[in-house]
């Protein structure tokens, strides 16, 4: 059967992945490989030829933006007014629904607890206890202590929640760790107070909160199919009110993600919900996009390799029509900012997308008065500045990788964890630099055509270095 979605005709791998129903499936798409394309196709067949209604399907994607994107493809191909939801958008729902009140916390909600219960924390015996020095709590160390407990409880609620599961992780602990524990379980504690006096819930609460209410009550839905796009960056709290819904709906899921481009673990995402899919929703069919539209097979040699080198990650067979002799560039410099300038004359690409590891790198390479809100002011001509994390599910033209030293905050970050998360972090590293590694293959394959990489002569990344020694034949050499 032939699949018609936007004006293109979905391939075979596409096709299959659209024509299942009535199982869960998981589909594991390479970059580039027509997601979107397929998810519409899905739904274009449950509609058209399954006559399933379009509000007998639950959509849910992991931004704004990218649901609306999905929303409008939707209308554009079938006509029909639909919505396509974030893990928010349904959880509140889900509490209108019921007719519960809320009021959505600031962001900065728990930072500014944390440090004003720590403030006020300073003449606590068992804060002293941990605390020898009064003159402590105005050190940088203590800076960083606060932000590790601000990134622990984050941690928590996203994939624990319920406070009595504290008492488990510190009953498990190293007896050095307990009272540290202790302080941010106190802490936990005064920050659901807090919530709950002002009546606030945070992003998380609202998934729980769903949850729960889906668990006691059911949900006013007869949702028959459930498809999920980007399931490598879920939650166990976002995976928990998704089978809370499939039991009382009884709906078959369809989960669509890449655990090449999984790159949120420090918000609370786990890669072990992707991994462990199969397992956790059985009996599931596993399918694979692994024609790339966008990359050249040159290119994600390299990147699929590259990636790849980790056995834990999904091996796939990635395939491209596209053919670029030498699609990736390394730009040698000795002058970080005077040759960048020189890079970008010689890159000549009207369309230009930037990536760099932090959202002040770009700062290293230009003076702030050429860049106006990501934009450079600078050759007449579309190039602008990303982080590498928010450019995932973009592309553009040709692409210039920065920051690519070997120094503690480039890439790959040498930034390690404090130890106090280990009992928070359920995915954990065991091949060397195992997320880093994954946020070079992003940056790497958002190009179109070339990908250039901005390197020093001295000290480069050791990323560059392992290109150049696995995969030179791929690989041009500009010296500035």
């Known amino acids: 059967m032939e699949i018609n979605v936007l004006g293109n005709t979905l391939d075979k791998e596409q096709t299959k992945a659209a ?87 600031q962001d900065n909600l728990l930072e500014y607890l944390v440090n004003e219960i720590l403030d006020s924390l300073d003449n606590e015996a068992y804060f002293k206890k941990y605390f020898l020095n009064n003159n402590y709590i105005y050190t940088n160390e203590f800076k960083e202590y606060k932000k590790n407990i601000i990134r622990f409880i984050s941690l928590f609620i996203a994939n624990y929640y319920e406070i009595e599961y504290f008492d488990k992780i510190i009953k498990k602990a190293k007896r050095k760790d307990r009272n540290y524990l202790k302080i941010i379980k106190k802490i936990y504690q005064m920050y659901i107070i807090e919530k709950q006096s002002q009546g606030l819930i945070d992003f998380d609460d609202m998934i729980y909160m769903a949850t729960k209410i889906v668990k006691e009550k059911g949900i006013n839905k007869n949702y028959k199919y459930i498809i999920i796009d980007e399931y490598q960056d879920t939650s166990k709290v976002r995976e928990n009110l998704v089978k809370e819904i499939i039991i009382k709906t009884k709906a078959f899921i369809t989960v669509v993600g890449d655990d090449f481009q999984s790159i949120y673990r420090f918000s609370g995402c786990d890669l072990n919900n992707f991994l462990d899919f199969p397992h956790n929703f059985r009996p599931v069919k596993k399918l694979y996009l692994t024609n790339t539209y966008r990359n050249s097979q040159e290119l994600i040699n390299v990147a699929g390799s590259f990636v790849m080198k980790n056995k834990r990650q999904i091996y796939k067979n990635l395939k491209s029509q596209k053919r670029i002799n030498k699609p990736i560039v390394i730009m040698y410099y000795n002058d970080l ?133 696995d995969y030179k034949e791929y690989i041009s050499f500009i010296y500035l």
């Open 19 to 105: 024509l299942v129903n009535n199982k869960n499936t998981i589909i594991i798409a390479g970059a580039g490989s027509g997601k979107s394309l397929t998810m519409v196709g899905k739904i274009k067949y449950l509609v058209k030829n399954k006559n399933i209604d379009l509000k007998d399907i639950l959509c849910i994607t992991f931004t704004n933006n990218a649901a609306l994107s999905l929303e409008k493809k939707i209308k554009k191909e079938l006509n029909l007014d639909n919505k396509v939801y974030t893990f928010h958008k349904i959880s509140l729902e889900i509490l209108k629904n019921n007719h519960i009140k809320y009021q959505i916390a």
């Open 337 to 469: 900012k005077n040759d960048f300038h020189k890079a970008l004359n010689y890159i000549n690409s009207d369309n230009l997308m930037i990536l760099g590891r932090n959202n002040k790198d770009i700062y290293d390479c230009v003076n702030k008065d050429e860049i106006i809100n990501d934009t450079l002011k600078i050759l007449n001509k579309n190039i602008y500045y990303k982080t590498i994390h928010k450019a995932k599910g973009l592309e553009e033209d040709n692409i210039l990788v920065i920051n690519l030293t070997n120094e503690v905050n480039s890439l790959p970050s040498k930034i390690e964890d404090n130890y106090i998360l280990k009992y928070v972090l359920i995915y954990k590293d065991i091949y060397p630099f195992e997320e880093e590694r994954r946020l070079f293959y992003v940056a790497l394959t958002r190009t179109k055509n070339y990908c250039y990489l901005y390197v020093p002569k001295k000290n480069p990344s050791i990323f560059i270095e392992e290109l150049v020694n």
